[in-house]
């Protein structure tokens, strides 16, 4: 409903005002990625610190590209979007970014609250020169990894991604249809014993698209194709509640949805990074060379920094905000998990603290994943496909037409979905801070 009232707002404004875009704000966000009441708190928030009136237009994308695109080739004049890491460092490459201001007078320079770990990751981006940091801040990250219901699957068998290769779990394994992410973790783990070796290391095997490693992937991918269910964008996680399959390799955030809605109906799902190695994705607020309004845009940016509204973000989407600090890590901390070594996040006196290990993995394991980088696009899709396309099962189709169903009741239970999932968060965050 919120996102209909922003639309017709955003309508409304451009027919109504001929000019006065310095007061209007275009912020270009993934669906179900922002806790909504926080857009017009911040045009009050604007206002007390600038003494000037902006308006929110809120638009949202569902694939990098199609944003790239109406920026790249459309000019469209966003003021703020928020891309993955990949397409951060192509925007980068090809002049499409304007630095980010960080002076606000008076008003505090929140994103001095992104974590050192986030800001250590985003110089990794190839930038001609350039450092990122200067030009994006972490919004959220996390990591890929493997969903898996314990009913069917050990413990013991996620630490590597052979699992996937076991043939008694044949037409109960799903892919994750993201070509880059599953190069770049198994990338990591057939080098692991090079890693060890000090051969190579995790930066020089994230930029390789050398040939030979996509075929070492695509051979690998190929030993337990036939075994894949289905290859998901976005399904997997409702497919891993209704136990039609058994394991997932997905994103951390969609494991988080599909833990909490797995709970909610007495059922039990997991997530593990193969202690082999992963990858880590991040997406960052950055502000496009068309932009209109680079000032609300940057003060934007400061107040999605501020650690209360990293946390309910957080406590809206399920995702992790990249922001850090005493007073995230104060909220987080949970004494039904184990300790764990979050140091790489929240600093030294983090080295044993009992935080969620799905949004924020032990620093041993984090040490084994790469960052994805924009190198052999076409190589790798070219690779992607060749996989992809032997192995349709009866088990594919099947899941396609249950997928076809879903759609129809999707739409129906959406927005009670949301409304409900909003409601279990918000008993978490309660039950958080009662047991301080």
């Given at each position: 409903m919120k996102k209909l009232i922003y639309f017709i707002a955003a309508a409304l404004m451009f027919a109504a005002c001929s000019s006065g875009r310095d007061n209007i704000l275009k912020v270009y966000n993934w669906a179900d990625y922002i806790d909504e009441d926080l857009l017009g708190e911040f045009e009050q928030w604007y206002y007390e610190q600038t003494g000037e009136e902006v308006q929110i237009i809120y638009q949202t994308f569902d694939i990098n590209e199609t944003m790239l695109s109406k920026?790249?080739?459309?000019?469209?004049?966003?003021?703020?979007?928020?891309?993955?890491?990949?397409?951060?460092?192509?925007?980068?490459s090809n002049d499409l970014l304007i630095p980010i201001n960080k002076d606000f007078g008076d008003t505090p320079n929140y994103m001095g609250n992104v974590s050192p770990y986030i800001s250590e990751m985003f110089k990794q981006i190839k930038s001609d020169g350039k450092d990122a940091n200067d030009y994006s801040v972490g919004y959220m990250w996390g990591t890929v990894g493997l969903i898996y219901n314990p009913k069917y699957i050990q413990d013991h068998e996620v630490v590597t991604w052979d699992v996937l290769r076991n043939p008694a779990y044949k037409g109960k394994v799903l892919m994750k249809d993201a070509f880059r992410d599953?190069?770049?973790?198994?990338?990591?783990?057939?080098?692991?014993?090079?890693?060890?070796?000090?051969?190579?290391?995790?930066?020089?095997i994230a930029f390789d698209d050398s040939d030979e490693s996509i075929?070492?992937?695509?051979?690998?991918?190929?030993?337990?194709?036939?075994?894949?269910?289905?290859?998901?964008?976005?399904?997997?996680k409702e497919q891993m509640t209704k136990e039609l399959a058994w394991i997932n390799l997905s994103w951390s955030g969609d494991a988080q949805w599909a833990i909490d809605e797995a709970a909610e109906i007495g059922m039990e799902l997991?997530?593990?990074?193969p202690q082999t190695g992963s990858s880590v994705w991040f997406d960052g607020w950055v502000i496009p060379k068309y932009a209109r309004n680079v000032k609300a845009a940057s003060y934007f940016i400061n107040f999605m920094c501020m650690p209360e509204n990293a946390l309910r973000n957080m406590d809206m989407t399920g995702y992790v905000s990249a922001v850090g600090g005493d007073h995230v890590l104060e909220n987080m901390q949970d004494e039904?998990?184990?300790?764990?070594?979050?140091?790489?996040?929240?600093g030294p006196a983090a080295d044993s603290v009992c935080v969620n290990p799905v949004m924020y993995p032990d620093k041993a394991i984090i040490e084994r994943c790469a960052m994805m980088h924009d190198s052999g696009t076409e190589k790798l899709l070219r690779m992607w496909s060749r996989v992809k396309g032997d192995s349709a099962s009866a088990w594919t189709y099947i899941l396609i037409c249950l997928v076809f169903l879903g759609l129809i009741a999707a739409v129906i239970v959406k927005y009670t979905r949301n409304y409900y999932r909003?409601?279990?968060?918000?008993?978490?965050?309660k039950r958080r801070n009662q047991k301080k």
């Open positions: 920026i790249e080739l459309g000019h469209e004049d966003y003021d703020v979007v928020c891309p993955s890491d990949y397409i951060i460092e192509r925007m980068l599953v190069y770049t973790s198994f990338l990591v783990a057939l080098n692991g014993e090079a890693i060890d070796r000090g051969e190579k290391d995790l930066g020089t075929a070492l992937v695509e051979e690998y991918l190929n030993t337990f194709k036939e075994s894949v269910a289905g290859w998901e964008a976005d399904f997997g997991r997530y593990a990074i039904e998990y184990d300790p764990i070594d979050a140091s790489y996040f929240f909003r409601q279990y968060y918000a008993k978490k965050r």
